[in-house]
C-alpha cells in the first residue's frame, strides 16, 4: 500500500466528498495540440517562383499560391495550342474527304443503274468496288473523326494541366497560407527556388474550424460517453479555451495506434487557434454526467483506516462503498455510481 499512498500524497488540492451530484468532474491534465480542420504541406519543383499571394489573411480555395518556371510554361501552352490547331485543319481536312468519297458511293449506289456502274470505274474506292458495306465504314471514320475532333483540344488541355500540375500551387480549400520558405525582400519579383525536391513550400490549414486534440488510452475514459467530456485549455492572459466534444478517431503515429479525441473550439476563439499551431498544450479533461453520481476525493479516502490494507482503488471503493460502482477514477477524485441504478 506504499506505493499506492504515495502515489496519493503529492495531491495538493483537496475536494469535499461524499456528495450526490449532476456537476462537471475534472478528470486529469493531459497533453494537447490545437489543430485545425484539416491541413496541407504543399510542395513545389526547382525553377523561378513568381506570382506568391499574400499570406496575411484568408484566401479562397483555387487561389494560386505559387508558380514555377511561368515564361517556360507559357511558351509550352502556345506550343500546345498551335499543335491543336493544326490537328484541327488535318482532322477536318480528313472529314471533308471522307465526306465527298461517302458522296460518290451514295451516288454509285443509288442514281447509276447496273449498266452505268460497268463505266464507272473512277468510283471504286482504294480499289474495292462502293457497297453498302463501304457506305457504313466510311460513315462510321465520319462519326470517329467528328468525335476525336471534339474532344481533342480538351484531352489536350487536360493531359498539358497534369502534366504541369507541380508547377502551380493553388489553396486546396478556402484557409490560411504560410510559407515555408524565407521569402525574397521583394515577393513580387521572380526569385530561384533551390531547395530538395519534396521539401515543403507551403503549408495550407481549413481554418473554417479548430480543435483542442487530447490522446486517450484509459479504457476507463474510452468508455464513458464520449459527448459527455469536455476540454479546457488555460492561456497566459487569463483567458481560456473551452472546446465541446466533435468527435475520436484512431490515428496511426509510426507504429502505434492513438485514440485522438476532438473538441471543437468556438468561433471566436479561431484567431488564437490559429496562433497556437503548432505549439505543445496542456488540456484539462472535464467529464459531466446527466444522472446523480456521487464524488469522492482520493485524498480523504486515503486516510481511512481500511486504506492500509487495499491494494488499488478498487478494493478501496469495494470496502468502503459496497453499494456503488466506479464510474470514473480522475486525476483527484473518484467518481461512483450506485449500483442499482445503470
Known amino acids: 500500500m506504499s506505493s499506492f499512498r504515495a502515489s496519493i500524497v503529492s495531491i495538493a488540492a483537496l475536494m469535499l466528498g461524499g456528495a450526490a451530484m449532476a456537476q462537471p468532474v475534472t478528470v486529469g491534465t493531459y497533453p494537447a495540440k490545437i489543430v485545425p480542420e484539416q491541413a496541407t504541406t504543399l510542395s513545389l519543383e526547382r525553377g523561378t517562383v513568381s506570382d506568391l499571394a499574400d499570406p496575411t489573411g484568408r484566401l479562397e480555395r483555387g487561389t494560386v499560391v505559387a508558380r514555377v518556371n511561368k515564361d517556360k510554361v507559357e511558351q509550352e501552352r502556345e506550343e500546345m495550342e498551335l499543335q491543336i490547331s493544326k490537328e484541327k485543319l488535318a482532322k477536318r481536312d480528313e472529314i471533308r474527304k471522307l465526306e465527298t468519297q461517302r458522296e460518290k458511293v451514295r451516288f454509285y449506289l443509288n442514281t447509276l443503274t447496273e449498266d452505268e456502274r460497268k463505266y464507272a470505274k473512277d468510283m471504286a474506292a482504294d ?19 467528328q468525335r476525336e475532333l471534339k474532344r481533342m483540344p480538351e484531352r489536350k488541355r487536360e493531359e498539358f494541366a497534369r502534366s504541369h ?11 490560411r497560407l504560410q510559407y515555408n520558405i524565407s521569402l525574397p525582400e521583394d515577393p513580387t519579383k521572380p526569385f530561384e527556388h533551390t531547395a530538395v ?58 507504429s ?87
Open 127 to 145: 480499289g474495292v468496288q462502293p457497297s453498302k458495306e463501304a457506305l457504313a465504314d466510311i460513315e462510321e471514320r465520319i462519326d470517329l473523326l
Open 165 to 175: 500540375d507541380a508547377l502551380t500551387l493553388k489553396m486546396p480549400y478556402t484557409g
Open 197 to 254: 525536391s519534396g521539401q515543403p513550400f507551403a503549408t495550407v490549414c481549413d481554418d473554417s474550424a479548430f480543435y483542442i486534440t487530447i490522446n486517450l488510452s484509459q479504457s476507463e475514459l474510452t468508455q464513458l460517453p464520449p459527448e459527455k467530456f469536455t476540454a479546457e485549455v488555460s492561456l497566459p492572459d487569463g483567458k481560456k479555451l473551452n472546446g465541446t466534444y466533435a468527435r475520436r478517431r484512431v490515428e496511426h503515429n509510426g
Open 256 to 342: 502505434t495506434d492513438m485514440l485522438v479525441y476532438f473538441f471543437q473550439l468556438p468561433a471566436e476563439d479561431h484567431g488564437t487557434a490559429y496562433d497556437m499551431l503548432g505549439s505543445n498544450a496542456k488540456a484539462v479533461l472535464v467529464f459531466e454526467s446527466d444522472e446523480e453520481l456521487r464524488v469522492e476525493n482520493k485524498a480523504q479516502l486515503l486516510n481511512s483506516p481500511e486504506a492500509a490494507n487495499c491494494e488499488n482503488w478498487e478494493q478501496l471503493v469495494e470496502r468502503l462503498f459496497p453499494d456503488c460502482s466506479i464510474v470514473l477514477i480522475a486525476e483527484r477524485n473518484i467518481v461512483l455510481r450506485p449500483k442499482n441504478t445503470k
